[in-house]
């Protein structure tokens, strides 16, 4: 049965808290029959998310057809908000729909939910998962493949979607190369995939290691990344995914008027220069590796503002830079190719 | 009733694997009455383990008072070995010892030592559960404590040595001074703490942020480190305790004569002055921070090497440095107290 996807939002259909709504809607909008947010009624996901023309209902009896709930938001600590409680639960056990979840917070571990999935005979999705205790042990690396890794100066940028981007961008070009989730949304979206963030820390980088591992047959490999090497909070996930992942190149994405930490406010973000000497430094420890290309997100810019904004960063930094959505993923593509072509990457196995 | 532990390292009596073993033996050996290796038998820990002069027996039954076996091993993974299975069960079931382990394993989680453990009423104390799902914040870190953190070129080389025997010094200088316990060693000598190479990655900071918020009454933390900023496999669980713990000060520790990266030895450890400078790039993001001193581990060397070694690296690096074991904590001690007196590094709250 295919599947056919209601996401829930109700209360944070917008671009920041909805990120997960709007990426599967974006990459995998032909599941997703309609959005779920009472306060939003009659709207639809191209006003409040930027993204598809999915319309937003009220109610779950809005949409007979719906048969698989989605919780369409990341929020920080990844904990299921009070009021979608009895949402989740009425789809369980009345509408009996599969669930899908991203969140820290399992919904197949809640005693209510799980009671009722087993007596509605629905699957419970808990994408982030997992019982990784693979230690990195940088065994078996295929010189031959590229491995590329998008990085950032903070969580929630876009990494994910340039990662994404640049590899249907290459794939387009006769290329083989695949998209490496490493998060709840690109697991999504990939239909594979490990949340590295909710990884015991030992296994990070062994996680990281083995999903290139299983997929180093492919060419190049576009690794998602995951916060920042200055964030104060999930700086280890960034620097154990970066170490196990052993890239040969990095994408250094950004987004334009970001100035101070996600989720601690207090912390001002470096200056991009200084965070591209952060991961120079912290990427060459093990291997070389080289930034080759620089992901812009100006989606708060005029298109003027972002064209200037887009010829400053090539400047100062002597790199391709594009928006991925507002330019097209070409720039860093072809940025990609001709990184592969000139060779002298290779990596000792 | 007092425990008197019987520490299990069978097959495992060597320093390096027995890390556990001789730290225990080392501060808590008042609680120690034996060793259990029988391919070891009738030695004592001062000969293997370079610890104590606690006995070493072939059997549980040689010590008949014990009321407490302690896995006494901390290997990459952290499993439990297959052949240790018969005498752990045979502790809980027969003898009705509780049991006190490190490894990543549970030991009351796996089905046959849990059943054992309820039918004989004692207590499974499994150091690395937790289930810490705090985010770092970086609010409420009070100006007036001083946060010294341990940090290294690999793993198991003395960071947890050298941050008790500082707090040990200090406290004896009359200074209120707290040894903050990050791994599981750490907390069965203090007593309390967190594992944090255990926590789920993403709250990995968070924990150490807590750790701080608990215990910043104190006037001087010492806060052990974890791996290595170098570690390919474990560098992430160091920098989130790095920046979760936002120290003011770092003690940089390394041991004569380790080159490889310990469990990935393809890979070379870079020369101390770089590790040096990784550690003072990724340790100043947020807050002014500055590697006071350096912790030597010269337990390869003659007395004459060592000495040679400790004058080599004060002239290479400009700053105090000694093994903790070899010549006392003094420098180090006096590098803290020099530190906290100067001023100049209270961090923004």
Redesign the interface.
Known sequence: MPRRIIILTEGHTEPHAGKTAASVIRYRGHEVVALLDGTQSGRTSGELLGTGDVPIVARLDDVPEANTLLLGIAP???KIPSNWRAIILDAIARRKMDVISGL?DFVGDDPEFSKAAKASGVTIYDVRKNTE?T?????GLRPDCLRVHAVGHDCSIGKMVVSIEITNGLKKRGHDAKFIATGQTGIMVEGDGLP???????F???AAEKLILENQHHDILLVEGQGS??H??????????L??C?PQALILCYECGRDRVT??E??EI?PLAEIK??YD??SN??QPCKIIGIGINSRILSAADAARERERVKAEFGLPACDVFRDGPDELVEAVIRFKNAGGWHS?S
């Open positions: 920080p600590g990844g820290h205790k230690i990195a042990r940088r065994k590295i963030d909710c990884v015991v820390a030992d990070v980088s062994g090497l200055v104060p909070s999930y700086s280890g996930v960034t620097l154990g995914l170490h196990g052993a989720g601690v207090s912390v470096p000497r952060i430094v912290m420890i093990h000792p």
